[in-house]
């Protein structure tokens, strides 16, 4: 269980708390100014990102010490959490609301529009998270359909992110002032700025999931395609055996090696009950 399930979530699940997703957290004027900056205004992320980059550079001791900081601070204000899609599908089960929305990530990073993420909301008609929407400078989107806000019924937006899954992006959850939950993200290491800094930068910015993947050998045919999707570097191969396996200590749970598995011979298992991940976020 992460730390946001125990101070957010009363013990369980954070992102399961419907009330993390409700009109009375937006209810602070603080959280309202900073998703109108977020949105609006694409270019922070990219300073960030930079200044990541430069952070590699620095002596390991001042490096430590500035990616704690960063770390805590973003606990605070923006943090995510990887989740598998049956947990999306739980988080869609009480969400009233959905929008997609180019992703500012790959806006900043390809340059392009990318429909990869999802404003969600548990009040009728999105409530005051999709008033801000509106209401915001949207400047960065671009092309032919960027014009307002695409709204999508609950089921289109799991059949979207399913096909999201299919394509090997990574499904996370995001926060907005911490413990208000807005968005939902569909990542890969290269394009995900919030991946490079988890992962590449080891700048953690989001949480594993609850959850880390486990290869039955028995069904296992060593087709290698589990690996080619694996964002994390996650999945060994054994040439003595002709079998994958997972090395739990890099896998983040996310889920997406299972759907690349056409034997099924993935299965996603309890964090808590993995004595080598337990206690990994
Ligand atoms: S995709 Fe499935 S069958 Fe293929 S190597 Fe991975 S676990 Fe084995
Ligand atoms: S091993 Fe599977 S569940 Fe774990 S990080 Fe890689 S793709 Fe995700």
Redesign the pocket.
Known sequence: MCEFCIKHGEGKKWYLQAKNYSDDLLNDIDRRRYIEDFLAKPEHLEREAEQLDSLDKTPKFIRGIVKRLVSRRMKKIHYGQVVPIEELERIFGFVNSVVRIPCICRHITLNQEKRYCYGISIEPNGGKYFEIMRAIDLSYLHGPDSVGLESLSREEALSSIRGHEHEGLCHTIWSFHTPFIGGICNCDRSDCLAMRATVTHATPIMFRAEYVAE?DPG?????????RVCQFGAIGYSAGTS??AVDQRFCYGCGV?RS??A?N??RLEDRAKAPVAAGLW
Request: charged share 20%.
């Open positions: 290869v069904e296992c045919i060593g087709c290698r395609e589990c690996m079998k994958a090696c690349a598995c034997q011979a993935i």
